[in-house]
């Protein structure tokens, strides 16, 4: 009925490029690399991107250790924070340490309760290899130990 009184061709044609245009605006908007960019603004080289994505696959036979790793690197863990945006959680802040919002950096790395383990860790692996191991929140994150 509609289409009948105008140029169906035309009205189609205009149609898809508007829809077109805006694939190609959504598009642009998903296609941006953003893991890689936050890994190179976290000052990993290429290389070292590269590593880390590697490493999740060939460190472990564990599926579901390659695939928290992997989760880390796309920074898609399930914390506290992110389940409470997602309204799945009643509160963002971290089970072991109450008085802070429970992000990925939190959970892995700065919750005191984690900085004790990494503690013990440092100390635990200087004994065995006497040599002193230097982590950062970055080397924690995207497990650069070496
Ligand atoms: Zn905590």
């Not at 690197?73 to 802070?100: G, N, P, Q």
């Not at 635990?124 to 982590?135: A, Q």
Request: glycine fraction near 2%; charged fraction near 25%.
């Amino acid at each position: 009925m509609y289409s009948k009184r105008h140029n169906n061709g035309e009205l189609k044609s205009a149609n898809n490029q508007s829809h077109t245009q805006k694939f190609r605006d959504v598009k642009h908007v998903f296609e941006k690399p953003s893991t890689k960019l936050r890994l190179i603004a976290n000052g990993l080289t290429s290389d070292q991107i590269s590593k880390c994505f590697n490493l999740a696959f060939f460190i472990t036979a564990e599926t579901k250790l390659t695939m928290f790793q992997f989760k880390t690197l796309h920074d898609i863990v399930f914390t506290k924070s992110r389940l409470f945006k997602a309204k799945l959680a009643s509160i963002d802040l971290c089970y072991l340490y109450s008085k802070t919002k429970q992000g990925l950096r939190h959970m892995l790395v700065s919750c005191p309760v984690v900085s004790e383990f990494w503690n013990v860790f440092l100390e635990w692996s200087e004994t065995l290899t006497e040599t002193k191991l230097e982590l950062s929140t970055v080397k924690i994150l995207y497990n650069m130990v070496s």
